[in-house]
C-alpha cells in the first residue's frame, strides 16, 4: 500500500529524490513520513509532513538539507536530499499516519524501504 522508490548509489555532496506511493485512500487524510534504518542501528525518523503540506519537521541531522513534499493529486510523498554524506547511507522508509497531528512516532502504515548509498 506504501511503495517507495528513487534510491541509489549518490557520492557525497551530490542529491536524490526518493518517492513513495500510497495506494490506500484516501491519501489527503494521512500525515506522512520517512524514516530509515542504517546497518546495525535503529530506525530513526527522518521527515514529516502534515495532512494538507502545510506544517513539516525534520530531524536535526538533516535540517537544512533534506525537503518533504506531497503532492495530493498524485497520492505521493517526496523526500529531496542534497549534499549527502556517507552517514546518510541507509534504507529509507515511507509511513503513513492517521492521526491528525504531525507527528514523530504515530504511524500505522508503512512502505518497503528503499536504499540509498553515498560514497564518499
Known amino acids: 500500500q506504501l511503495q517507495a522508490s528513487g534510491g541509489g548509489l549518490v557520492q557525497a555532496g551530490g542529491s536524490l529524490r526518493v518517492s513513495c506511493v500510497v495506494s490506500k485512500p484516501p491519501f489527503s487524510s494521512y500525515t506522512l513520513g520517512w524514516f530509515r534504518q542504517a546497518p546495525g542501528k535503529e530506525r530513526e525518523f527522518v521527515a514529516g509532513?502534515?495532512?494538507?503540506?502545510?506544517?513539516?519537521d525534520y530531524a536535526d541531522s538533516v535540517k537544512g538539507r533534506f525537503t518533504i513534499s506531497r503532492d495530493n493529486a498524485k497520492n505521493t510523498v517526496y523526500l529531496q536530499m542534497n549534499s549527502l554524506k556517507p552517514e546518510d547511507t541507509a534504507v529509507y522508509f515511507c509511513?503513513?499516519?492517521?492521526?491528525?497531528?504531525?507527528?514523530?512516532?504515530?504511524?500505522?502504515?508503512w512502505g518497503q524501504g528503499t536504499l540509498v548509498t553515498v560514497s564518499s
Open positions: 509532513i502534515s495532512r494538507t503540506g502545510g506544517s513539516t
Open positions: 509511513a503513513a499516519g492517521t492521526v491528525a497531528v504531525l507527528s514523530r512516532r504515530r504511524y500505522d502504515y
